[in-house]
């Protein structure tokens, strides 16, 4: 008896410190150095978008095997109402196989699908959201953009 509430406290006290996991936030320029460093060429076009709750948005210029996107929201619940959007439409694709990962914290989510040969990345921290899609060969790339973009 003292075994399994044991182990159950230990599954309650894991549950409550997911929730106070915080990233720092990436803004437009770590984005772009980050990016350029990596030898990507940057489009910025927040111009192209007609939005009230966007205020930059920020596009890798690739071979079209896989791209990746910085959004800039005015508002933390624009950009996590685009993230659930984003991770609404991309989970209409799933196929018959599918992975996903997921992982929410203080100020972020972050999802991940791999479908279809496909792989989805999003990643929301406060008021900025991320994006890649891209052929599933180069999950181990994307990832590690993504894990470079929070170290820096």
Do not use: P
Not at 36 to 45: L, N
Not at 89 to 109: A, C, K, P, Q
């Amino acid at each position: 008896m003292k075994r399994i509430i044991w182990i159950l406290s230990i599954i309650l006290i894991s549950i409550l410190l997911s929730g106070c996991i915080s990233r720092n936030l990436i803004d437009a320029e770590k984005f772009q150095r980050v990016m350029e460093d990596s030898g990507y060429e940057i489009v910025e076009a927040t111009y192209q978008v007609d939005s009230d709750y966007l205020t930059k948005l920020l596009i890798t210029i690739t071979d079209g095997a896989y791209q990746f996107e910085f959004n800039e929201f005015i508002s933390i619940s624009s950009a996590q109402r685009y993230f659930g959007a984003m991770q609404s439409f991309v989970e209409r694709g799933i196929g018959s196989s599918h992975v996903t990962r997921s992982l929410s914290g203080t100020n972020f989510s972050s999802y991940e699908m791999t479908t279809n040969g496909r792989y989805y990345h999003l990643l929301r921290v406060d008021n900025v959201l991320i994006s890649a899609d891209g052929n599933e060969e180069y999950r181990d790339h994307i990832r590690e953009m993504f894990r470079v973009l929070d170290e820096e």
